[in-house]
Structures are given as structure tokens and as C-alpha cells.
């Protein structure tokens, strides 16, 4: 696109296609032709047809839109960023957070805090997690920068309560260990994409 | 005029009884045609409509009924408050009052075992005026003085245009029904409702419908205007004036508009029922199955036609009515008129 | 020596098309560093030799390659920094350095500031060539701040490297691996030098270097400091913050009087509990070494304090009441200003034993030499001298700053050193190999001047007197020294092939004694050196020395002839080419000694300011009324590099500050750093607003953080010098008021990562007569410690340390820095 076609604005001139749609009916005559012609051709009634034939599909082929919400759940997107989860090792049960402190720092509206220590067995324990559910914005840069897949974003949408707090707790997040066989592996914003493979250059071991 | 002698006399018990099962009814209706509204809509919108009160929803009337009556009565401040609070009550009453001139349930005698009224016979219509439809049009006619003086009492601005709307279109609809409805009965001529009954008691093919079509169409018309119905619901249309004449209404007040509009719908159905399409068959102990199977028809054809068409604009209806539908109506009048003199 | 005497001739140069000035002699990578140009090297440190470990510095100049970190400069060089083939050799080290290295950026403690994640994205490394099999490497703890990950270093010897030749403890070295050898096939594939490096890397870790698995130091954490991977970390910090997560709050290391430049970085303490605290001390490296207390004395701050109105009242009346202040160097130049303020405006006395001996001493130099102030320092030292004389500075535990550049000299400019000081000390000879040390008797601090004076001045110079008297310790003698020499000898040898006989000269080796006559000096026989193998070694020492300078200790200024050791110092700067640097007894002793006029006693009723007294101010948190600690306000500190430091509050702080009260007592400024710009100009102070006060390095380690004392000097006639008097010594035990390594106060000793003991340290041999526990008895009371064995030390002298003021060990010792007491076992 050169430089003068680009600073043209007047983009309606450009892409618009005008329909021919005639004229308006001029006098009397002419719209009562118009109406009769519309009257007689039977439009309206293909319309009354078309509703009929979706209640008549709706009541006998139970071909419903409806979601009967709280008992019934449409299933989401795993694209969909709701409330954090904090996913285990499935070998271990170990949960996958390594401390490394990328979702806190990335955190555009700063809600994720953590304490770190070093624990006895030489590793990095992460002794306080937190996220501020009442600043949260879910814009899912935590669960995208994460090296581990450690935080993702839940299937759990309904966070209408009198304290998000709740959400918040570490446990609450984690996967319960008895459920652990449950745990869906997470792949919405930030997982490894299915062509991850052909994206990397192999790095040659020795053993 | 022969068949109604046969009949035994008509109490004034039996009017009273008439009358409660009218009021009780046709307001129980009415409260049921939303619901059935509801329902309609919703399945033509592959949806499931009301479900969580009652078996499929069914209670939700009582539960809407409920809520219009708990809730708060406004009237607002600058309102006329004395019009602003008889409105409603003009169209719930113009509409059950056009009721009782028109055969809503066959005719049946209380059974002797309850005291009483035992033994009482009640008629099918409460009064069985010899005027009857003259006396149905005139009443529902006069039904627009409950929008129009809700809508000019309320200091609301969508209020006074649903009102100037109402007049308008009811005004100009009510032409168009008298004249559609003129050539009927001048090929019955009479005007009551029994006689038009009698007329078309001889099987489907008596019925009026075949003889005036466009008397038929012109009627449905008009009664469709004249109940406010889509595509002429433009007195109270939100998207343009909010909710018109009622935009100021609460609580009972406003149910009260809406129950005189279903019964009007059901008051139009019957008339049409009766007058085109045979009315129930005396003769015939599934009369009464019949005419509600009629009556029921042109309810749902109310409900079908909102799910299916959008609403036409002020100019278009006005126009419509006068210079199209009127001229019709008169074409056909003296058609038939010439038919009936040859 | 070459090298030092061209040291400020500027040459052009010119890197990748750019011409730049650069000193001649300078390493091209420094060169490059000082004009802010970017070569990438990962071992070399700008103050420490050349370690050619990394080989990534890998440049081309005039068209060959060289590193840049061990080729010097010419005039007209061209150097350039990036060719293909440099580019490829680069990536190829980098790969290298990344083969096995673990991939846990996500905990190491250095990820985001890590400078092998820095270089491998400059480098652009976007995949791996090489491979071989990693070996099995266990973390270990190096001493009670050292934490030390073997698995993430990349024996860069960067630690090993600021360890010999900066802090001159040599504690830790490169140690063997086990690794499997580097697959011979890569020699073809891959680039030379990047083979070389992996091969070195493949075979060594780093490991303690006395073999224990634990170092023997002085725990600085300098190599923590430099390490640029995760491999060295404080144990107190292991996983404990992401480096983005501190803030860095530029300040002054507080309790010696190095004033090094340093950084609190600081983060709330935890989820719950959002005030900030430090976490840990980091410093420019490249251009400032921090000594122990710097770096892990940072947790001092006064956490208890909040606005008590009751004893802020008490304080006033305190005040009206008392007739003394006591307090030590520990207080910034504004809160001394304060207390001279109060003192000009009430009379109330200033009693400061810390310092007062100093003060006195440079009033003595500044009159008996015409400066305000000495006439060098530690960070000139080690750029340009390569001679040292340490006189009365035990150089471990009271300057890091003298010891640093004493060995730094050493190591870097090949220079040379005299180390004079009673109390032996095993760590100074091992500074380098031209360092004679003599440990004098106490109290012998002047005949070591005298001998600098008998081997540098200008003997035209000198008074007659003192000539005289320098001559008088001078004799000749006569020795029989045995000498080799090489003799032709003819011999008849017969030759077995041809059974001829023939004539053979060989040379043979024989000893001779021979009479030769030999100048001796008493002064180095009187100082505890030899005499006869003294003038030999000196001989060699001064060869090719230009720069000589001399740097003198805390033992001077609290000696019984202080006035005279002054003059002396003031003779030597006028008659010998010795620049001098004076080493403040602790943090700020200088600007307490310029800005307030202390007083030779305490009497009536005194107010302390974190020292025993009636009443006590106190950023300890136990005094009456709490005051901030050095971390929690701003304010100026004066260093042994004469310069005004400008130090900021890290930690929040609640309660009164000292110019609350000296507010109610005279018209103060709303704030205590609007003092700044009115001290006393007449001692070198500037006036300039403490927020105009600039804190950096310049790129070419020019110190630029607040600004030089003006260092006014005047022409006076040379100073009158007394003969020193050697029957004035003292005799029997003597214990010398020496604090350990990284104590200097009690600020040092509340902070949690410093761990030496409040005892009395002495060496092994002496420990061996002592029990566990001691009294020591002095004439003015005792005190009884427990004994800790100093492995450094030798000799007989024990060290009382004085960090606790509390315990008024400076009254014990009344004045002086030696005293003879009675050891008796408990």
C-alpha cells in the first residue's frame, strides 16, 4: 500500500458497494402496487412458516437452545480465563509452582504475591501464594508467562460472592490431591501449542 | 330466533352466575395468556420459556399475579391522579363489560345437588343483546378512553404519545372493523350473535368466511390494530416511546391494562370465531369444543404473528388503514350490498 | 615501573571506527569500559588481573586477535569488536557455558540479572551444538554466609579472582571436577578457543582452598558480590526474592570508615506483612569491595521506635540537665553538626572517645603540615602506587579499604609492601612475595617513621637533628659471607674408544668465604626485622618503584606520643615522595573530627547517644528514647577517601529523630538533611543541598558520589620531631583493643549474618597458655571474656575487642590503644 493510499481516510469510497434497491414508490398507486405486490407474494408468510417450524423442531425434536443454567453448564473454552487453578504433578502430586516469581512480576494489576523460602530439602518452597481476586482484571498474562503450567486459568467462572478472598487461597486453587486423577491438563492461553515440537531446535544430550 | 325459545328462561341468577364465570375466567385467562404468550414465543425462539414455578413454569401466572399485587402503586407526582388511577379500570371493564355480550361458553344448567342455585340455567352469553355486536364494538371502542386518559394523566411524555398513538389508531381501526364487520352482517341481518350462530350452523361450508374473505382479512386486521397487537403495537412500542401510555404504570395498575388486553384479544377471537367461522354448533355436543378450538386458533394466531413479523411504523399503519384498507372495506360493503338487493 | 609511570598518558584509539582517548598501558577491554563501549567478558574484573577464562572478550586489534582483557593499548590501535569469526567463536563459548547448565532460571536467585541469561540472549544462542555428560555436583555452604551451587558455576574464577587479588584472602581457588573429558571429535568441529575454555571448564569447580570444604576468610562476600551466575549466594538470601523485586536504595556502608559505596535492596517482609526490609547488600563491584560488615551488617535498623511523647519529653528535660554528650563515630556529618550547635549555643561538653584521639592527632598533622587532610587514598593507591608502608593498622580487622589496596598494590602493580605492626599477622606476607613485615614491639609506632624517614627521604631536606639522630642507628660491619663461584679446571680424561688421554676443561662450583663490609641499620633490628638480610631486600623491592605512599592506622592516633607520630607523618610528606593516607577509626570518625569540638572528658550528669550514659539515645531499640539507625535516615558520611557520601533511609522509621530535640534547644531546620549545606566550610565542606548531592561511579570508576573534602594546604616550616623513647615500652601481657573482622559496633554485632563472638581473640599459641575463659585485668577494672583463637594471629599480644560500647572498653584502655593487663584463667 503506498504511503498516499494509506493516509487516505475516506474509507467509504473505497470498500462501500451501493445495492441497487430502485426507487422509492412515487404516489399512491405506486405503493398501493408495492403493497399488494408484497401482500400476495406471500413473504410474510414464509416468516410465520420459519417460527412455526422452530417450534415444531423446539417441542418435538427437543431441539432446545436454552441451557438450564445452574443445573445445566455449557461447557467453556479452554481459552476462557476464569478463576486461577494451580495444577499438581500428576507423578507426584507435588504442586507445579517453582517460585520463580514470573506470574507476580508480569501482573498488570499487580494482585499476585508470594513468599519463597529455601526448605529443607534444598528447594524452592513457595510458603504464601496470593492473588487479590477484588483487582484481578483475568487478563491471563499470569497463566500464559508461566514456565510450569503451574497457574492456569480454571473452569470456575462463578465468582459472585461476598469475599473473593476465598477464591484465593493456595489450597483453594490447588488441585485437591484426591482429585488429582481429575486434573484436566491445561490448554488455553499460555500452553505448549499443539505444533510445539516443530517450533523448537532440538538441544543434543549426551547420554 | 326460533332455537332461543327453546331455551329455558333466563334468571337473573343465571346472569350473576354468567357474569362471576366471565370475571373469573377471562381475568384467569387473560393472567394464562401471558404465560401461554410466554411459552409460545419461546418455543418459536427454540427456547423453553417460564419453567422453574410450578410444573412447566405453570404458576408463574400466580407468581406474576403475586408480584403485581405486592408491588408498590406509584402515581407520580404530577400526575391527575384521579384519571391517572381510573385509566386502568376503564380497560379492564370496557372489556369485560364487551364480554358480556358475546357467547363465550355454552349454555348449561348448575346441577340440582348444589343449594342453592341449583337447577339454575346460565346462558352462554350473559346478555344476549339483540345489538350484540353493535354493543362489543362500541364497548371496545370505548376502551381507548383507558390509554388515552392513562397516557395524557401521567405528565410523561411517551405517556402523551403512546395516548395521541391510541387515539389515532383506534379511532382509525375502528372504521375499518365496523366496515368489515357491516357486510356480514348484512347478509345475516341481525346483529346478534345467536343469529349469526344460527346462520352458519349448517356445517363449514355455511360459514361466513367463504362468502366474505375479505371481510374476514379486514376484520383480522382491524382487530389485530385495535388489540395492540404486533405488528400494530406501536402504542407502547419500547424501543420508541418506552412503554407509551403505561410508562408511568405499577403494580396492579399496569396488570390491569394488560388483563383488558388479553381479554380484548379473547373478546376479538370470539367475535371472529363466531362471525366468520360458525361460532359453536349448537347442535353438536362438541359445540363448545368447537368454537374454543376457534377462539384458541385466533389466540395463538395473535402469538404466531408477534414471533414471526416485525411491527410496521405510525405513517405506514395510518396510511395502511386509510388508503388501503378502508376503500377496500367500502368496495366490499357495496359489493355485498349489491348482492344482497340483487 | 613502566606501566604506573605512563598511567596518565591519554593515547587515541579507535574501536569499531570510533576514536576514543584510553590511558596508555590500559587493557583494551577497560579502555572500552571507561568509554562506554560494550565488549562482551564474563571473567575479567576491572580492578583484578586478567583471568582468560572466558576468552569471550575475544577482539580484534590492529588485525589480530587478542582478548581484550590482557592486551594493552597503543597509540593509534584499531580495535575492532565484532567480526564474523569472533561472533562464531562467542556464540561457540556460550553454547558451552550453556551445555548441562541447568534450566531452572525460574528459582535461581539470580534470574534477571544473571549474566549468563544476558549473554546467551546477546549472543542470540537460540540452540545447542555440544553435549556431554554432566557430573553429579552438590551444594555445600562455605562458612556461615556462603552458599555455593556448583551445578550453576561456570568457573568463571571471577570469586577466586576478587578473592586473591582484591581482598588478598585467597580462600577459595579452582579445585578438580571429575568430569568426563570433552569428546576429541569437537576439536575439529568446533572453534579453538571455544574448546579450550570447555576442555579448562570440564576438569575444575571451585573449592576452599585449604582443602577443608570450608573457607577460611573473612567472610565479605565479595565473590557473591561478583559471581555472575546463581552459583554463590549469601545463605541468608538463598531463594528468598527474584532480583527484580528489590529496590535498591543507594547508600554508604556505615560502620567502618571505608564508606563503601553500597545498595539496600529492599521488599516488604512478606504477604502479611508489607514493611520493607532488607534483604540484602549489593555494590558496584566493578568499582568498590565491600568488606563483611558492609555487605551482611544491614538489618541494624531501630524497629521498635514510634513517636513516644512521653520520652521525647523526658529527652528535653534530659538535655536541660546535662553537661555532657556522649556519643561515637556512628552519627552522620549532620547530626554532628547538631551536636556542635548545641554546644556552641549551651556550653554543654561533647565527649566522644572514639574519635577524640584522632581528631587531636590530624590537628597535630594539619599544624605540623599546613593540609587539612592527607594527602591520598586507598582507591588512588591501588591504581597508581606500587609501593606500600602500613604503619600501626592491624590491616584484617581496621580498614578494609588499607588491606584491600595494600594487596591490590601487590597483585596488580606489582608492587611491593612494609607492613609494620606488633601483633603478627599470618594473611599479610601471603599478599605477595616483595612484602617485608616487622613486627615491631607496641609502642615502637615512631622508629617505624623514623626508618620510612632513614629509607625514603630526601636527606637534603631533613632537619640536621634528625639526620643526626637517623644516623646514629647506622654502622658498618664486617661479615663473612660465603660466595659461589665457578672455577675452569683442566683434566685428563681417557677416552675408551680411542684409549688417548686428552685434556677436558670443566667447570666446577666451589664455595668461598669472603670478608665484605655491610651497612646496618638498628632501627630494623630495633623493629624486630633483620638487619643484615634487610638491606638486600629492600634493595630488590624498590626496583623500578615509582609511586610510594604510606597508609597509617587507628594504633598511631591512641599512641602516648600521638603529637610526635603526627609531626613525624607531616616530616615524611615534606621530605620523601610518600603520598599518605590516614585510615578514621570507624564509620564516620572524620566528619565527627572535623565538625564538632570534642571534649578530653565526660562530667555531671550526660546524655548518651547510643553509649552508656544517664540518659541514652538510642537506635539500638533499648535506650530512653529511640533514635534512627544508619539504614533508616539520610544524611552524609566523610570516608577515608575524604569525600562527602550522601546515605539514604532504607527502612521506615517512626519515632523522633536528634533533630527533634536539637530543634526545642536551638533554631533547626525542618529536616536533618537541611544541614547539609551548612557545614562548616572553613574544614572542606561544601554548600550544596543534600538532593543535588550526586551517588555514582563515573563508567572508568571515577568515584562521583558526593563530593572531595577541600583540602586546603599552607606553607609551613617543617615540623619540630622528638627522638623516640625506647625505654618508654610497655611490658608484660599486652592486650591490643582490635575488634574481629567484621565487627565495628553494636549495630554490626545486632545484625543477624555476622557472627563473630564478643571475646578475646588471640593466637594459637597463646591459647594454648590460656583456659577457656579469661579475666582480663586492667589498671582501671576488668573484664572477663572467653578465649577464641584467631588462626591468623601470632605472637603473644591478645586482642580486646571494643565493638560493644557498652561495655566502655575505651575507658579500660584509658586512651591508648595498647595497655598491659594481667590474663587470669576463670
Known amino acids: 500500500m503506498s504511503l498516499a493510499q494509506f493516509k487516505n481516510r475516506n474509507v467509504g469510497s473505497q470498500s462501500y458497494v451501493t445495492l441497487d434497491v430502485g426507487k422509492p414508490p412515487q404516489g399512491g398507486w405506486c405503493k398501493f402496487k408495492q403493497v399488494a405486490k408484497r401482500t400476495f407474494k406471500g413473504e410474510l408468510f414464509v416468516g410465520l412458516w420459519v417460527v412455526f417450524r422452530n417450534m415444531l423442531q423446539a417441542l418435538f425434536k427437543n431441539d432446545m437452545h436454552t441451557v438450564k443454567y445452574p443445573l445445566e453448564k455449557m461447557p467453556i473454552s479452554p481459552r476462557y480465563r476464569a478463576i486461577h487453578d494451580m495444577l499438581r504433578l500428576l507423578e507426584s502430586g507435588n504442586y507445579r509452582c517453582i517460585g520463580c516469581g514470573l506470574c507476580e512480576k508480569i501482573c498488570i494489576s499487580n494482585c499476585i504475591a508470594m513468599d519463597t523460602r529455601y526448605d529443607e530439602e534444598q528447594r524452592k518452597e513457595v510458603s504464601e501464594y496470593t492473588i487479590n481476586f477484588g483487582r484481578c482484571i483475568f487478563c491471563g498474562y499470569c497463566a500464559e508467562v508461566c514456565p510450569e503450567l503451574a497457574i492456569v486459568h480454571g473452569p470456575r467462572y462463578e465468582n459472585a460472592s461476598e469475599q473473593r478472598a476465598g477464591f484465593s487461597f493456595f489450597e483453594d486453587m490447588l488441585t485437591p490431591i484426591d482429585k488429582l486423577n481429575l486434573q484436566q491438563e491445561y490448554d488455553g492461553f499460555g500452553a505448549i501449542s499443539p505444533?510445539?515440537?516443530?517450533?523448537?531446535?532440538?538441544?543434543?544430550?549426551?547420554? | 330466533m326460533e332455537a332461543t325459545h327453546l331455551l329455558p328462561e333466563v334468571t337473573w341468577v343465571g346472569v350473576l352466575i354468567k357474569t362471576v364465570i366471565i370475571l373469573a375466567i377471562i381475568s384467569a385467562l387473560a393472567g394464562f395468556g401471558?404465560?401461554?404468550?410466554?411459552?409460545?414465543?419461546?418455543?418459536?425462539?427454540?427456547?423453553?420459556?417460564?419453567?422453574?414455578?410450578?410444573?412447566?413454569?405453570?404458576?408463574?401466572?400466580?407468581?406474576?399475579?403475586?408480584?403485581?399485587?405486592?408491588?408498590?402503586?406509584?402515581?407520580?407526582?404530577?400526575?391527575?391522579?384521579?384519571?391517572?388511577?381510573?385509566?386502568?379500570?376503564?380497560?379492564?371493564?370496557?372489556?369485560?363489560?364487551?364480554?358480556?355480550?358475546?357467547?363465550?361458553?355454552?349454555?348449561?344448567?348448575?346441577?340440582?345437588?348444589?343449594?342453592f342455585i341449583g337447577g339454575t340455567f346460565v346462558p352462554s352469553i350473559a346478555s344476549d343483546l339483540?345489538?350484540?355486536?353493535?354493543?362489543?364494538?362500541?364497548?371496545?371502542?370505548?376502551?381507548?378512553?383507558?390509554?388515552?386518559?392513562?397516557?395524557?394523566?401521567?405528565?410523561?411524555?411517551?405517556?402523551?404519545?403512546?395516548?395521541?398513538?391510541?387515539?389515532?389508531q383506534f379511532l382509525s381501526y375502528e372504521v375499518i372493523t365496523a366496515l368489515a364487520i357491516l357486510a356480514p352482517v348484512m347478509l345475516v341481518g341481525s346483529l346478534s350473535f345467536v343469529d349469526f350462530n344460527m346462520y352458519q350452523s349448517g356445517g363449514v361450508s355455511s360459514w361466513l368466511i367463504w362468502q366474505q374473505p375479505v371481510a374476514f382479512i379486514l376484520f383480522l386486521i382491524a382487530g389485530f390494530a385495535e388489540t395492540n397487537r404486533t405488528p400494530f403495537d406501536l402504542l407502547e412500542h419500547e424501543a420508541e416511546v418506552v412503554s407509551g401510555y403505561a410508562t408511568e404504570y405499577s403494580g396492579m395498575r399496569w396488570g390491569m391494562f394488560f388483563i383488558g388486553e388479553y381479554a380484548n384479544m379473547i373478546t376479538i377471537s370470539v367475535i371472529a370465531a363466531i362471525v366468520f367461522l360458525g361460532g359453536y354448533d349448537a347442535s353438536s355436543s362438541i359445540g363448545w369444543l368447537t368454537i374454543m378450538l376457534k377462539i384458541a386458533f385466533f389466540f395463538f394466531l395473535m402469538l404466531w404473528v408477534r414471533a414471526a413479523w416485525p411491527h410496521v411504523r405510525p405513517d405506514q399503519l395510518m396510511w395502511f388503514c386509510w388508503k388501503v384498507l378502508m376503500p377496500i372495506a367500502v368496495l366490499n360493503v357495496l359489493i355485498t350490498a349489491i348482492i344482497v338487493l340483487l | 615501573m613502566g606501566e604506573v609511570q605512563t598511567i596518565n598518558t591519554m593515547v587515541d584509539i579507535t574501536i569499531d571506527g570510533v576514536t576514543y582517548k584510553a590511558k596508555e598501558g590500559e587493557f583494551i577491554l577497560n579502555a572500552a569500559r571507561a568509554n562506554n563501549v560494550f565488549i562482551p567478558a564474563i571473567c575479567y574484573l576491572t580492578r583484578c588481573s586478567p583471568t582468560l577464562a572466558c576468552r569471550i572478550c575475544l577482539v580484534e586489534a590492529d588485525g589480530k586477535q587478542v582478548y581484550a582483557c590482557n592486551a594493552k593499548v597503543k597509540e593509534g590501535m584499531e580495535v575492532v569488536t565484532k567480526t564474523p569469526t569472533i561472533l562464531e567463536e562467542r556464540r561457540a563459548i556460550m553454547e558451552v557455558y550453556d551445555v548441562n547448565h541447568p534450566l531452572q532460571c525460574g528459582v535461581c536467585d539470580k534470574s534477571g540479572e544473571c549474566e549468563l541469561q544476558n549473554y546467551t540472549l546477546e549472543l542470540e544462542v537460540d540452540s545447542q551444538s555440544y553435549a556431554i555428560p554432566d557430573t553429579k555436583r552438590e551444594t555445600t555452604n562455605w562458612s556461615s554466609v556462603l552458599h555455593y551451587d556448583p551445578g550453576l558455576c561456570i568457573v568463571c574464577e571471577r570469586c577466586t579472582t576478587v578473592c586473591k587479588d582484591m581482598i588478598g584472602d585467597a580462600a577459595i581457588t579452582t579445585a578438580k571436577r571429575g568430569g568426563e573429558a570433552v569428546d576429541k571429535a569437537y576439536k575439529e568441529s568446533m572453534p579453538k578457543d571455544a574448546y579450550a575454555m570447555w576442555n579448562k571448564l570440564q576438569k575444575s569447580v571451585i573449592a576452599p582452598s585449604n582443602g577443608t570444604g570450608e573457607t577460611n576468610c573473612s567472610d565479605c562476600g565479595e565473590c557473591i558480590a561478583v559471581c555472575p551466575v546463581g552459583a554463590l549466594v549469601s545463605r541468608d538470601f538463598v531463594y528468598q526474592s527474584n532480583a527484580w523485586d528489590l529496590?535498591?536504595?543507594?547508600?554508604?556502608?556505615?560502620?567502618?570508615?571505608?564508606?563503601?559505596?553500597?545498595?539496600?535492596?529492599?521488599?516488604?517482609?512478606?504477604?502479611?506483612?508489607?514493611?520493607?526490609?532488607?534483604?540484602?547488600?549489593?555494590?558496584?563491584?566493578?568499582?568498590?569491595?565491600?568488606?563483611?560488615?558492609?555487605?551482611?551488617?544491614?538489618?541494624?535498623?531501630?524497629?521498635?521506635?514510634?513517636?513516644?511523647?512521653?520520652?521525647?519529653?523526658?529527652?528535653?528535660?534530659?538535655?536541660?540537665?546535662?553537661?555532657?554528650?556522649?556519643?561515637?563515630?556512628?552519627?552522620?556529618?549532620?547530626?554532628?553538626?547538631?551536636?556542635?550547635?548545641?554546644?556552641?549555643?549551651t556550653g554543654i561538653k561533647l565527649y566522644n572517645p572514639e574519635?577524640?584521639?584522632?581528631?587531636?592527632?590530624?590537628?597535630?598533622?594539619?599544624?605540623?603540615?599546613?593540609?587539612?587532610?592527607?594527602?591520598?587514598?586507598?582507591d588512588t593507591i591501588m591504581k597508581e602506587s606500587d609501593f606500600v608502608i602500613s604503619?600501626?593498622?592491624?590491616?584484617?580487622?581496621?580498614?578494609?579499604?588499607?588491606?584491600?589496596?595494600?594487596?591490590?598494590?601487590?597483585?596488580?602493580?606489582?608492587?611491593?609492601?612494609?607492613?609494620?605492626?606488633?601483633v603478627g599477622d599470618t594473611l599479610i606476607p601471603t599478599f605477595g612475595k616483595s612484602i617485608e613485615v616487622f613486627n615491631h614491639k607496641a609502642g615502637l609506632e615512631e622508629a617505624a617513621l623514623y626508618l620510612v624517614l632513614e629509607l625514603f627521604a630526601d636527606k637534603e631536606k631533613l632537619p640536621s637533628d634528625v639526620k643526626e639522630y637517623l644516623d646514629s642507628f647506622k654502622s658498618t660491619r664486617t661479615e663473612i659471607v660465603k660466595e659461589k663461584v665457578e672455577k675452569s679446571v683442566k683434566e685428563k680424561v681417557l677416552n675408551e674408544e680411542t684409549g688417548e688421554e686428552e685434556e677436558v676443561t670443566k667447570k666446577i662450583k666451589e664455595t668461598v668465604e669472603k670478608e665484605i663490609t655491610v651497612d646496618t641499620n638498628a632501627l630494623v633490628d630495633l623493629l624486630g626485622g633483620d638487619a643484615s638480610k634487610f638491606d638486600d631486600a629492600f634493595a630488590k623491592m624498590m626496583k623500578k618503584k615509582e609511586r610510594f605512599s604510606m597508609m597509617l592506622g587507628e594504633d598511631l592516633y591512641y599512641h602516648d606520643k600521638a603529637e610526635n607520630i603526627a609531626k613525624l607523618v607531616a616530616l615524611i610528606e615534606a621530605t620523601c615522595p610518600i603520598d599518605v593516607v590516614m585510615a578514621p577509626p570507624k564509620s564516620n570518625a572524620l566528619g565527627v573530627a572535623l565538625i564538632c569540638d570534642l571534649d578530653d572528658e565526660a562530667d555531671g550528669y550526660t546524655v548518651g547517644y547510643n553509649e552508656k550514659a544517664d540518659f541514652v539515645l538510642s537506635a539500638l531499640?533499648?535506650?530512653?528514647?529511640?533514635?534512627?539507625?544508619?539504614?533508616?535516615?539520610?544524611?552524609?558520611?566523610?570516608?577515608?577517601?575524604?569525600?562527602?557520601?550522601?546515605?539514604?533511609?532504607a527502612v521506615e522509621y517512626n519515632g523522633y529523630e536528634l533533630n527533634d530535640l536539637v530543634k526545642v534547644f536551638t533554631g533547626a531546620p525542618e529536616l536533618t538533611i537541611d544541614w547539609t549545606k551548612d557545614l562548616p566550610k572553613d574544614k572542606g565542606f561544601r554548600a550544596i543541598e543534600f538532593d543535588a548531592l550526586p551517588n555514582c561511579f563515573e563508567n572508568d570508576g571515577t568515584d562521583n558520589r558526593g563530593y572531595r573534602l577541600e583540602n586546603s594546604t599552607k606553607e609551613v616550616p617543617l615540623p619540630k620531631v622528638e627522638r623516640f623513647d625506647e625505654q618508654a615500652l610497655l611490658d608484660g601481657e599486652i592486650a591490643y583493643r582490635c575488634n574481629p573482622a567484621r565487627q565495628f559496633n553494636d549495630f554490626t554485632d545486632k545484625s543477624h549474618e555476622i557472627f563473630e563472638p564478643f571475646g578475646l581473640y588471640v593466637s594459637k599459641e597463646k591459647s594454648e597458655s590460656l583456659g577457656e575463659k579469661v579475666e582480663v585485668v586492667f589498671e582501671k577494672g576488668s573484664i572477663t571474656l572467653d578465649v577464641i583463637v584467631d588462626d591468623k594471629m601470632t605472637g603473644d599480644i591478645v586482642k580486646v575487642p571494643d565493638y560493644k560500647a557498652f561495655e566502655g572498653i575505651y575507658d579500660l584502655f584509658d586512651g591508648l590503644r595498647y595497655q598491659t593487663v594481667t590474663l587470669r584463667k576463670v
Open chain 1, 195 to 207: 505444533n510445539a515440537d516443530e517450533n523448537i531446535k532440538k538441544t543434543p544430550l549426551a547420554y
Open chain 2, 34 to 115: 401471558t404465560f401461554i404468550e410466554r411459552k409460545v414465543l419461546a418455543f418459536m425462539q427454540r427456547r423453553l420459556g417460564p419453567m422453574h414455578v410450578g410444573p412447566y413454569g405453570l404458576l408463574q401466572i400466580a407468581a406474576d399475579g403475586i408480584k403485581l399485587f405486592t408491588k408498590e402503586d406509584i402515581i407520580p407526582q404530577n400526575a391527575n391522579k384521579l384519571i391517572f388511577m381510573v385509566a386502568p379500570l376503564i380497560t379492564a371493564a370496557t372489556a369485560f363489560i364487551a364480554l358480556g355480550a358475546v357467547p363465550v361458553f355454552p349454555d348449561f344448567t348448575v346441577p340440582d345437588f348444589i343449594p
Open chain 2, 130 to 168: 339483540n345489538i350484540g355486536i353493535l354493543f362489543v364494538l362500541g364497548m371496545m371502542a370505548s376502551g381507548l378512553y383507558g390509554p388515552l386518559l392513562a397516557g395524557m394523566s401521567q405528565a410523561n411524555k411517551w405517556g402523551i404519545i403512546g395516548a395521541a398513538r391510541t387515539a389515532i
Open chain 3, 247 to 345: 529496590k535498591r536504595v543507594p547508600a554508604v556502608a556505615a560502620h567502618s570508615s571505608d564508606g563503601a559505596q553500597i545498595y539496600y535492596e529492599v521488599k516488604p517482609t512478606s504477604i502479611a506483612n508489607r514493611t520493607e526490609k532488607i534483604y540484602r547488600v549489593t555494590n558496584e563491584w566493578n568499582y568498590v569491595s565491600l568488606d563483611g560488615s558492609a555487605r551482611f551488617a544491614y538489618d541494624f535498623q531501630n524497629t521498635t521506635a514510634k513517636k513516644d511523647e512521653k520520652a521525647f519529653q523526658k529527652a528535653i528535660e534530659a538535655f536541660k540537665k546535662a553537661k555532657t554528650i556522649r556519643f561515637n563515630a556512628m552519627i552522620t556529618n549532620e547530626e554532628a553538626m547538631m551536636l556542635q550547635r548545641l554546644k556552641e549555643k
Open chain 3, 355 to 378: 574519635v577524640r584521639a584522632f581528631q587531636k592527632f590530624l590537628r597535630e598533622y594539619q599544624a605540623a603540615s599546613g593540609n587539612m587532610l592527607w594527602s591520598t587514598d586507598t
Open chain 3, 391 to 422: 604503619i600501626g593498622a592491624s590491616l584484617r580487622n581496621d580498614s578494609p579499604a588499607m588491606k584491600y589496596a595494600f594487596n591490590n598494590v601487590q597483585k596488580l602493580n606489582k608492587g611491593a609492601g612494609l607492613y609494620f605492626h606488633p
Open chain 3, 621 to 649: 531499640g533499648s535506650g530512653d528514647l529511640d533514635m534512627p539507625a544508619m539504614n533508616q535516615q539520610e544524611g552524609t558520611l566523610c570516608n577515608i577517601g575524604k569525600r562527602v557520601l550522601p546515605t539514604n533511609a
